[in-house]
């Protein structure tokens, strides 16, 4: 089955979606290098700012390739803002950190899933999950953020005006607005994913739960009960709650003003513990 259209997976087209990274950059001498990287790789649309150390990137490209290509000139990139603007306000961005039972931290299925509203139509959702197994797994939002009792608790697909179950490919809109269809695991158990989707909104998912479950979601088309509620896909993998993330412009911080660590080397020290604040 082709991936979901308007992903990297299908090699299509993908709207263009503002991100910013704060970038230890020190001189005109970085800015140019990080301008001329960007270029080679046909990413015109950049806006530099030595002084607050921002680099603001219009692009269809991931954020995870995006941060490889800043920090390939020997710098270090840190997402601090995405998500488009309508009438000087931005529209909203959102993240969610996936782990077995909802719990990050435990070993064994984990992810990131960033939510990029662009337009007040039009949202931008990439991710990057491991420790699957290769193949196709469902990919949803669900009504709850409980994860009290893991996965289980967070309730049934998002849909709140009352569809029924169906896919986000081809543009469908009469489905769930959580559907969002399968993503795609390679041989080492990775899947990197972006997709643009007209229905889900991220204002409408702050505080809900995304699941990636353990099967293939069969999109509504089978021919049990399951597949018209979720797509028989099984249980839930790994799952994770959805929380509101800075847009652009929305991200000063610079250092944890709790224990004087940068923002560059809070990616790489321990959140706590021995570590964290030795140079």
């Known amino acids: 089955m082709p991936g979901i259209p308007g992903t990297e997976q299908d090699g299509s087209t993908n709207m263009a979606a503002t991100v910013e ?14 301008k001329n990287v960007l270029m080679e790789r046909g990413i015109n649309d950049v806006k530099i700012n030595l002084e607050t150390q921002s680099v603001q990137v219009i692009s269809n490209k991931s954020t995870d390739e995006l941060k490889s290509f800043i920090e ?27 782990g077995k039972d909802g719990d990050y931290f435990t070993p064994g299925t984990q ?12 949202c931008v959702i990439e991710g990057t999950i491991d420790g699957l197994s290769p193949g196709e797994h ?29 896919s986000p490919e081809n543009g469908e809109t009469d489905r769930h607005a959580g559907d969002l269809g399968n993503i795609t695991a390679d041989h080492n158990g990775r899947a990197s994913f972006r997709l643009v989707d007209n229905v889900l909104k991220v204002w409408d998912i702050i505080g809900r739960g995304i699941v990636v479950s353990e099967n293939k979601d069969d999109l509504g088309l089978g021919s049990s009960l399951l597949s018209k509620i979720n797509g028989n896909c099984g249980s839930g993998l790994a799952c ?3 929380a509101r993330s800075a847009g652009i412009g929305e991200n000063t911080k610079k250092i944890c003003q709790c224990d004087g660590v940068t923002i560059w080397d809070e990616r790489i020290k321990p959140l706590v513990g021995p570590g964290r604040r030795e140079n």
Do not use: Y
């Not at 970038?23 to 800015?31: D, F, I, L």
């Not at 390939?72 to 996936?98: D, I, N, P």
């Not at 949803?140 to 849909?159: I, P, Q, Y």
């Open 138 to 166: 469902g990919l949803a939002v669900h009504e709850t953020g409980d994860v009290s009792r893991g996965c289980g608790t967070l309730g049934d697909h998002f849909n709140p005006r009352n569809a029924r179950h169906g």
């Open 72 to 98: 390939s000139t020997g710098k270090v990139a840190v997402l601090v803002g995405q998500g488009g603007v309508a009438g000087g306000k931005s529209l909203g961005a959102a993240v969610a950190m996936l």
């Open 240 to 242: 994770g709650i959805i």
């Open 21 to 34: 990274f704060s970038v230890n950059m020190t001189c005109n001498n970085c800015e140019q290098k990080i």
């Open 111 to 122: 992810g990131v899933i960033r939510f990029n509203q662009i337009s007040k139509t039009s």
